[in-house]
């Protein structure tokens, strides 16, 4: 028999009744991995001796190795680079936000297939889709650190080497089991999930999970702009968009996250800010600027920053017609921590040394 996760829940039942073995065991192996962090099966003391072994025969607690890991001076921003074992690497961000909030953005996808020019990630193109264990595997880790640390997470972000819509029945999996009350007991609205405007994957996602928040990477007001940093938009416009998005507002009457990287020169012309709160007025909207990372893009690409005054500027346009937004603090230059950053570099540097 071919070892499987032990947050696959459905083999693990599976493999219990197979084995002749109470059903009410599998409550306590799940309170040992997901309430005590119990990371080996034979300190898990609550299940017989013959059934710890039988786990270690048949089961595995952990397919990720940590490839890289890194905290920046000031402490709020951890990074870690993960390899799976078919030697791919991913990424995951865990923030330590200054209010006692700690938030993970999570990989569902091994890079990416969007080649979105502003990001990293984009630029590392697809290898795979992320099983559900290799995602379960991420927040694991990151959950025993914060508990380490006398404190809990909060917060999931579906944010990072992404689109989870074009991974959606896996992520979905994993929303189940992090909504789960027995499992990581998040409430549903502090599990977010942010893509790119697969119209399809909004649409079910709408239907499936109501409850939860859902971020959109905006990045412009117009079709025009987004189609020069964004192919996806030559595929699902603006108008298509909205339309999918007005449908979820119905239906949840939730806000919606719209992320705006504010890239100089590129999408930050004040009279965009016009374009964007024209866009948005009327509707259940956050707008989160985004100050462009450096490292994200290539030398080749003439990317820079938006100087923080014209942020500013842009956003006292949206406050005037009640377009309420945020400019996100910048918590981790000095690792690399952007979406792929870390990835990339690690990636060229392989091939320096080849």
Not at 127 to 154: G, P, T
Not at 195 to 201: D, H, L, M, Q, R
Request: proline share 3%.
């Amino acid at each position: 028999m071919t070892r499987f996760s032990i947050h696959n829940q459905k083999a693990l039942k599976e493999f219990l009744k197979e084995n002749k073995i109470p059903g009410f065991r599998y409550g306590q192996i799940e309170n040992a991995i997901y309430k005590n962090f119990i990371k080996e099966f034979d300190k898990i003391e609550t299940i017989p001796k013959d059934l710890r072994a039988l786990l270690n025969e048949n089961c595995f607690f952990q397919s990720l190795s940590v490839d890289h890991e890194a905290t920046s001076s000031n402490g709020q921003t951890t990074k870690f680079l993960f390899k799976t074992e078919d030697w791919l690497l991913i990424e995951a961000v865990l923030m330590r936000h200054l209010s006692g909030r700690n938030t993970l953005c999570i990989s569902c996808q091994a890079w990416c297939p969007m080649a979105c020019t502003f990001c990293a990630t984009g630029k590392l193109w697809l290898q795979k889709n992320l099983e559900l264990h290799e995602i379960i595997e991420q927040v694991m880790y990151a959950a025993d650190l914060v508990n380490s640390e006398w404190a809990k997470l909060r917060n999931i972000v579906f944010m990072g080497m992404w689109e989870p819509m074009l991974n959606y029945d896996v992520m979905a999996e994993s929303i189940r089991i992090f909504i789960d009350q027995k499992k990581f007991d998040l409430s549903s609205r502090r599990v977010t999930v942010s893509t790119c405007w697969i119209v399809p994957g909004i649409k079910k996602f709408t239907d499936d999970f109501p409850q939860n928040s859902l971020a959109i990477s905006l990045h412009a007001p117009n079709d025009e702009i987004r189609k020069s940093i964004m192919p996806v938009d030559h595929t699902y416009d603006i108008e298509t968009l909205m339309a999918s998005l007005d449908r979820h507002t119905a239906k949840t009457n939730k806000r919606i996250f719209y992320e705006y990287i504010m890239i100089n020169g590129v999408n930050d012309h004040l009279k965009l800010a016009d374009e964007l709160w024209k866009l948005l007025e009327g509707r259940l909207a956050h707008v989160n600027f985004i100050p462009y990372n450096a490292g994200e893009g290539t030398a080749s690409d003439g990317y820079t920053t938006t100087p923080r005054f014209i942020i500013e500027k842009f956003q006292k346009i949206l406050e005037k017609y009640w377009v309420v937004s945020t400019i996100r603090a910048t918590m981790w230059d000095d690792i690399n921590a952007a979406c792929g950053q870390l990835a990339r570099k690690k990636k060229d540097e392989e091939k320096t040394q080849d």
